[in-house]
């Protein structure tokens, strides 16, 4: 991933605010959100019981699948780690490509680097 583009448009930044807003309101490790190829979003947090562990991006990626989702256009993940988990790259690039736009910023919503899945 590269340093953060200029500016981010109306609608990444929609996706910062509810990641952010879901990771605050949960606690989680991270947050993340999403925008299909039908401008539909999903936001979800880091899911960590006993019994089930799901990324935040993961959550995401299961919600647009079972909604009908052909495909994703941008991601944004809000942690402390200092990368996007390859795991979560991957299931982003064999749901909707490796060119799906991945925003990874800090969990005050700054966004601090940008690249695609396939990165």
Known sequence: MSEPRAELSAEDRKLVTLARATRARTGAAEGAAVRDSDGRTYAAATVDLPSLRVSAVGVCVAMAV???SSGLEAVVVL???DR???PDLAAI???AGPEVVVYRGDPRGTVTATGTAGA
Do not use: K, N, P
Request: charged content about 15%; overall charge negative.
């Open 66 to 68: 079972a909604s009908g």
């Open 79 to 81: 942690t402390d780690a």
């Open 84 to 86: 996007v988990a390859a």
């Open 93 to 95: 690039a064999e749901f």
